[in-house]
């Protein structure tokens, strides 16, 4: 998500709206996910739509980051990513436990390096602008990195520093880093398309009839195989490898339905960032009260969906990034204050 304000895409000096429709996509199933969990444990079909989109949402989120990380990487900026991604970290860090203490009744400490629920995600992406080093120099450096990330589930992964979803996820930002543009011109063929449709309805009905039977945490990439209710841990590692290739698939098929051309959408790609840290207090706020009380169907579930895309608009609007810019971009905000204070 730092691509949502420091990367911007461009093709020839153009602006390439693809990847802004992109994230404003994936950002608003993100919100959908979070909205639809307290859901999971008695509704079928909220519990197959959770497993669809989290065994892409995030990875893909993590490949596009990859993508455009090219420029930080070749000229080894690390200022950027502490100002753009650990600073909010901590800041939103701190907010969660008293946000947890006041309102859950939690414990009053701040364990500032294992993140609170989401924060996760800046935790990793800060850690990927400092271990590509290791391995941007061959693309074949992807089959050793997703061998770490299948490797991690035999051990008890430890949740400091977000070390087990660092090291599984960390494929697909360097898969993001080794693409050039023209990579994704597949995409936009028909028959893509019709495949595309597919992927996600073959998906979808998999997750749909196992969807008790299949653990969601394996696309969350920080419990180990025994954990999750591997006996035979091979098996677990095996089960990896199948949701990598399952991410891919459906990464793919989502891909080929996302629009090249501007959209109302791809203004709003720009606040992202403030979208993924601001949404989480509502729904963390929501399990604990009687809002998903007698929520059941189908219907209930889809005015949901809708009530969460009109949420990730308000959310990415300038209004809140107004409100918000000097807890989420504080570097950035406090250095418009200055210029304009030279002025």
Not at 99 to 115: A, C, H, R, S, T
Request: aromatic content about 20%.
């Amino acid at each position: 998500m730092m691509t949502s304000s420091s990367s911007p895409s461009h093709i020839s000096g153009k602006r390439d709206y693809f990847f802004d429709n992109v994230k404003f996509l994936l950002i608003a199933l993100v919100v959908i996910s979070h909205a639809i969990t307290p859901l999971i444990e008695w509704h079928q079909f909220s519990r197959g739509l959770y497993l669809l989109l989290f065994s892409f949402h995030m990875p893909l989120f993590l490949f596009i980051s990859g993508f455009f990380a090219k420029k930080a990487v070749q000229q080894r900026e690390f200022i950027k990513p502490i100002q753009k991604l650990l600073v909010p970290y901590i800041i939103f860090q701190v907010i969660y436990t008293f946000f947890y203490y006041d309102v859950m009744g939690d414990d009053l400490k701040v364990p500032i390096f294992e993140p609170h629920w989401s924060l996760w995600f800046l935790l990793t992406l800060f850690s990927f602008y400092f271990l590509i080093h290791l391995f941007k120099f061959s693309p074949y450096m992807i089959i050793i990195a997703t061998t770490l990330g299948i490797a991690i589930g035999f051990g008890e992964p430890t949740s400091l520093f977000s070390l087990s979803r660092t090291i599984v996820f960390f494929p697909f930002f360097l898969a993001g880093y080794f693409m050039k543009r023209h990579h994704f011109d597949f995409l936009f063929h028909a028959r893509i398309k019709i495949l595309g449709v597919a992927v996600f309805v073959v998906t979808f009905v998999v997750f749909y009839y196992y969807a008790y039977d299949i653990p969601y945490e394996l696309f969350y990439g920080n419990e180990s195989y025994q954990a999750m209710g591997f006996d035979n841990m091979a098996a677990g590692g095996v089960f990896r490898l199948l949701a990598y290739l399952v991410t891919i698939a459906v990464s793919i098929a989502f891909l080929a339905f996302v629009p090249q051309e501007k959209r109302p959408m791809s203004e709003y790609a720009k606040n992202t960032l403030y979208v993924y840290l601001l949404h989480g207090f509502i729904f963390r706020y929501l399990r604990d009260t009687e809002f998903y009380d007698g929520m059941d169907t189908v219907f209930e579930v889809g005015l949901l969906a809708i009530g969460c895309i009109i949420f990730t608009v308000i959310l990415s609007s300038a209004i809140v990034k107004k409100v918000t810019q000097p807890l989420i971009e504080p570097f950035s905000y406090f250095s418009r204050k200055n210029k304009k204070a030279s002025v």
